[in-house]
T-cell receptor, first 113, second 113 residues
Framework: EAQVTQNPRYLITVTGKKLTVTCSQN?????MSWYRQDPGLGLRQIYY???????DKGDVPEGYKVSRKEKRNFPLILESPSPNQTSLYFC????????????FGQGTRLTVV | GEDVEQSLFLSVREGDSSVINCTYT??????LYWYKQEPGAGLQLLTY?????DMKQDQRLTVLLNKKDKHLSLRIADTQTGDSAIYFC?????????????FGQGTTLQVKP
C-alpha cells in the first residue's frame, strides 16, 4: 500500500530539548516536503527536497532542519524547540515537484511547553 | 503575491448539495487541488484540475474553475454525514521552482442529519 508514515503521531516536549520527527515513503518519490498547519493559516511549507542530498527552505524554515540521505526518508529536526513551534506537522511526497498527486502523512501533533 | 482564500465554515443538511468556494491570486497557477482532512487524519487528495480546464466531474464531486475571476469551487452532490471534514483548496504555480503547494485556510463542512 502506498503511504507516507510519520512518527510520532503525538509529542509533548519541553523548550530546548532537541527532537526529530521521522517521515518515510514507500513510493520511490523524488519530491518530499514538510508543512505545518496552524488554525486560520492553512498549511505552510517548512522545507522541501527535490531528491537525495537536495534540500531547500520553504516559507517558514526558521528553527527547523532537515536531511535527505536516502530517497525514502526525510526527517524534520527541531534543534531547540520553542512554544511557537507547537503545531500540527505534515510530511508529503510526490513523484516530482509538480505535485499532481501528493501523498500526505497522518500528521504529528507537537506541543512545546 | 501568492494567496488562497476560503470561507471558514459551511453547514448543510444531509442530501443537499454543498458548494465550497476558493479564490486565488497567482495567475500563473498550473494546478488547483481540493484536499479533504478528516479529524485526526492526514490530507487526502480529492481531485485536481489543470488551469486550462473549466470543469471536472468525478462521481459526486464537480470542480468549476473561473480563471478570469481566479475562482475555484467544489460542489458535493447529495452530501452525506461522512463528508463532514475540513476541505482545503491549494494551488501550485509554474512561477515557483519549489514545488510548494499554497493552501487556503480550510473550510469546515458540517453536515447535519
Amino acid at each position: 500500500e502506498a503511504q507516507v508514515t510519520q512518527n510520532p503521531r503525538y509529542l509533548i516536549t519541553v523548550t530546548g530539548k532537541k527532537l526529530t520527527v521521522t517521515c518515510s515513503q514507500n513510493m520511490n518519490h523524488e519530491y518530499m516536503s514538510w508543512y505545518r498547519q496552524d488554525p486560520g493559516l492553512g498549511l505552510r511549507q517548512i522545507y522541501y527536497s527535490m531528491n537525495v542530498e537536495v534540500t531547500d527552505k520553504g516559507d517558514v524554515p526558521e528553527g527547523y532542519k532537515v536531511s535527505r540521505k536516502e530517497k525514502r526518508n526525510f526527517p524534520l529536526i527541531l534543534e531547540s524547540p520553542s512554544p511557537n513551534q507547537t503545531s500540527l506537522y505534515f510530511c508529503a511526497s510526490s513523484y516530482n515537484r509538480r505535485n499532481t498527486e501528493a501523498f500526505f502523512g497522518q500528521g504529528t501533533r507537537l506541543t512545546v511547553v | 503575491g501568492e494567496d488562497v482564500e476560503q470561507s471558514l465554515f459551511l453547514s448543510v443538511r444531509e442530501g443537499d448539495s454543498s458548494v465550497i468556494n476558493c479564490t486565488y491570486t497567482d495567475s500563473s497557477s498550473t494546478y488547483l487541488y481540493w484536499y479533504k482532512q478528516e479529524p485526526g487524519a492526514g490530507l487526502q487528495l480529492l481531485t485536481y484540475i489543470f488551469s486550462n480546464m473549466d470543469m471536472k466531474q468525478d462521481q459526486r464531486l464537480t470542480v468549476l474553475l473561473n480563471k478570469k475571476d481566479k475562482h475555484l469551487s467544489l460542489r458535493i452532490a447529495d452530501t452525506q454525514t461522512g463528508d463532514s471534514a475540513i476541505y482545503f483548496c491549494a494551488e501550485s504555480t509554474s512561477s515557483s521552482n519549489t514545488g510548494k503547494l499554497i493552501f487556503g485556510q480550510g473550510t469546515t463542512l458540517q453536515v447535519k442529519p
